[in-house]
């Protein structure tokens, strides 16, 4: 039996070092997307890490699954972290 090594392709997404940028909200497409909760705040977790703010995704996280209690305050919540378009 052969075993072959695949080396794995490098994520494209270029993160900044965690909280060195200014807070200012990325921009994040959330139109035309499944609008699955978990995937909506999984999208603007990645615009915001991307921008190295890191402390607000995790702390925008929280907001969404402990603290939200219907899907449209969980809408309101990601508007607060990001600018969707």
Request: glycine letters at 4%; a positive charge; hydrophobic letters at 35%.
């Amino acid at each position: 039996m052969e075993v072959k090594l695949v080396k794995k392709k490098k994520s494209k997404i270029k993160y900044v070092k965690p909280d060195e940028t200014p807070k200012k909200k990325p921009k994040c497409k959330l139109s035309e997307k499944n609008g699955n909760m978990f995937n909506l705040a999984g999208i603007a977790v990645k615009s915001l890490k991307t921008v190295g703010q890191h402390k607000a995704a995790k702390e925008m996280v929280g907001k969404i699954f402990h603290t939200a209690k219907s899907y449209d305050e969980a809408l309101r919540i990601i508007m607060e972290y990001v600018d969707v378009d």
